[in-house]
DNA sequence: GTTGAGCGTT
């Protein structure tokens, strides 16, 4: 068959290798020093983003991992999906995405619509052209996306080590 | 300490 690579659901369910992983289904606890802690066992990291809510400033219960080394990030891939951490299943795998997405300026891009001419238009219309997100526009169907990655390999060293919940409990600033 | 599906500008 003929199949193109390029399908969405098929990107989803099969990132081509990175060293820029996702991470899914954090507990809302978990910050990027934890998964520095967890990831940097793997291999030297390049980078770790939680991605936050902009108006809640919550976690959003997912996160890019950046490695150095592609070797570093496979193996990682592999060991740390379906890991346990602050309670929660982890899924991790390969990231679609690379980077943040471009904001949107919010102003016309556009050229004048009179006397715009030759020169001195800094029109940029293939701004979105740019963006990073791996080929696919639609987010159709991918429910089932990844079941068989879930048993990749053993849920890890960290059986019992990282459900520390006794984390938060040390900042109380007491009001007066 | 919402318990969740989820690929992004703190």
Do not use: A, N, W
């Given at each position: 068959e003929a199949y193109s690579h390029s399908d969405a659901a098929d990107v989803r369910a099969n990132p081509d290798p990175s060293t820029c992983l996702g991470v899914f289904g954090?507990?809302?606890?978990?910050?990027e020093r934890d998964l520095r802690e967890v990831f940097s066992r793997y291999g030297h990291l390049a980078g770790v983003k939680v991605v936050y809510?902009?108006?809640?400033?919550?976690?959003?219960?997912f996160a890019f991992i950046y490695f150095e080394r592609l070797e570093d990030s496979k193996e990682a891939m592999e060991r740390a999906n379906g890991m346990e951490l602050d309670g929660r299943r982890i899924r991790v795998d390969f990231?679609?995405?690379?980077?943040p997405h471009t904001p949107t300026p919010g102003i016309y891009m556009g050229r004048p619509t009179h006397n715009g001419g030759g020169g001195g238009g800094s029109s940029r219309?293939?701004?979105?052209?740019?963006?990073?997100?791996?080929?696919?526009?639609?987010?159709?169907?991918?429910?089932?996306?990844?079941y068989r990655y879930s048993?990749?390999?053993?849920?890890?060293?960290?059986d019992g080590r990282y459900r520390s919940r006794s984390r938060s409990r040390s900042y109380s600033p007491r009001r007066y």
């Open positions: 954090l507990s809302l606890y978990t910050t809510d902009q108006r809640t400033g919550r976690s959003r219960g990231s679609i995405t690379k980077r219309r293939g701004r979105d052209s740019y963006y990073d997100r791996g080929g696919y526009d639609r987010y159709d169907r991918y429910d089932e996306y990844d048993r990749r390999r053993s849920p890890s060293p960290y």
